[in-house]
């Protein structure tokens, strides 16, 4: 048994404590959390770390399958320009090597568990070989084209029952990129095995304009990609509407308890959000600040969500349009644009939020007794972040 204390210990669920004391097995699994008094009177000494512990982080949005397209698309490109320089790269198939190095780097950046997107079966073999981290992966499936709907559809099937995983999602990508016939089967399909979704949702403005007018650089380039955009007839003039309209209704499992990862949402409004927040209880919003910076070069509007309440965590998004797979590094970047966030509440969203999102907060995502969540210790650093604050990895 190992007893180590800090100045300060972020919980993960909003709770600080100031001097206290961790200790745990040699699993890591968490035993007992004593105040000063408790471990003075019980005569231990624990090993004191100066500056701040917390569990360790989630990364709740990755493409691990990209991991070799670090630095070879441009920055601010727009989302548009990135998907026509993304689409030729991905004939390169990533090396087992490139994707390993990924997750050993994760590891090393204090992540301990990840919501890995898969659009192949690349990185399967070396997910199921390492367990350096736990891996929710969401076989993500896209077509926009109608006629292909079946087709894509069995596809996704087909890479689903392929990884040999429990834990696993079948998913849209995005509401630019699925028909409507295709979101139906996908999402039909995955709200009666109970899957948490991850959708990616209005990365980009012209998301919102293709849906309104049929117009803008999204709508330009599908139809360049198409020759005709006829077949595209959204029920609605928005994203998020049609995504609300073509929910399945189950009485059994109501819309309202399906865990549901928003991904992005740079440029979701607040009566958006409002819809969301409304229909589907366990949203959850995932923030890309490294990667939106390196694509759209614009940021989600935070503070909206923060005045909603809603769940927020964090994603590291792929090495094609970030130079680190790095939890603390958005952390840092979320500070340098909105100085006045408060650690505690990056910290909840880092850990334990991802954690719940994907159902594992049982053992991840704060420090508690019999959880197995991973201990970090953030250095230079107390109640602030700055660009000196470092991360290691206790257990
Ligand atoms: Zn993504």
Same mark, same amino acid.
């Given at each position: 048994m190992q007893t180590i204390s800090a100045d300060y210990i972020y919980v993960g669920n909003g709770e600080v404590l100031k001097n206290y004391a961790i200790q745990f097995d040699e699993k890591g699994v968490i035993k007992a959390v004593l105040s000063p008094k408790e471990y003075a009177e019980k005569n231990i000494q624990p090993v004191h770390y100066p500056g701040a512990l917390c569990p360790g982080f989630i990364n709740a949005h990755c493409h691990l399958e990209l991991s070799h397209l670090k630095g070879k698309i441009r920055k601010h490109l727009g989302v548009n320009a990135f998907i026509d320089a993304l689409i030729p790269l991905q004939n390169y198939v990533p090396s087992e090597q490139e994707i390993a190095q990924a997750i050993v780097d994760m590891a090393k950046q204090g992540i301990v568990a990840v919501g890995d997107i898969s659009n192949t079966k690349h990185t399967f073999r070396i997910k199921e070989k390492l367990s350096q981290i736990h891996i929710h992966t969401f076989i993500e499936s896209f077509g926009l084209h109608p006629d292909k709907a079946q087709e894509k559809f069995f596809e996704a099937l087909t890479l689903f029952h392929e990884l040999k995983s429990q834990h696993k999602s079948l998913t849209p990508h995005a509401p630019y990129s699925v028909s409507k016939s295709l979101l139906k089967e996908l999402l039909g399909y995955s709200c009666e095995e109970r899957h948490i979704l991850s959708y990616h949702l209005l990365e980009s403005d012209t998301e919102r304009q293709l849906f309104e007018k049929k117009q803008g650089k999204m709508y330009e380039r599908l139809l360049e990609w198409f020759g005709n955009m !006829?077949?595209?007839?959204? !029920?609605?003039?928005?994203?998020? !509407?049609?995504?609300?309209?073509?929910?399945?209704? !189950?009485?059994?499992?109501?819309k309202s308890m399906m865990h549901i990862l928003f991904v992005h949402n740079t440029f979701l409004n607040e009566t958006e959000l409002k819809k969301l927040m409304e229909h589907f209880a366990k949203s959850y919003f995932v923030f890309c600040p490294n990667a939106n910076l390196y694509i759209e070069n614009h940021l989600p509007d935070v503070d909206m969500f923060i005045r909603n309440k809603v769940k927020i965590c964090l994603g590291t998004d792929s090495l094609a349009s970030n130079d680190q797979l790095s939890i603390l590094a958005e952390m840092q970047t979320?500070?340098?644009?909105?100085?006045?966030?408060?650690?505690?509440?990056?910290?909840?969203?880092?850990?334990?939020?991802?954690?719940?999102?994907?159902?594992?907060?049982?053992?991840?995502g704060s420090i508690a007794v019999n959880k197995q969540p991973g201990i970090l210790w953030l250095k230079n650093t107390t109640t602030h972040l700055n660009e000196s604050t470092s991360v290691s990895r206790i257990i």
């Open positions: !006829d077949f595209f007839e959204p !029920d609605t003039q928005n994203p998020v !509407d049609e995504w609300i309209a073509h929910f399945p209704f !189950d009485p059994a499992f109501p979320l500070y340098k644009h909105f100085p006045h966030l408060d650690l505690n509440m990056l910290i909840s969203w880092a850990t334990l939020n991802g954690a719940e999102a994907l159902y594992i907060d049982d053992k991840y």
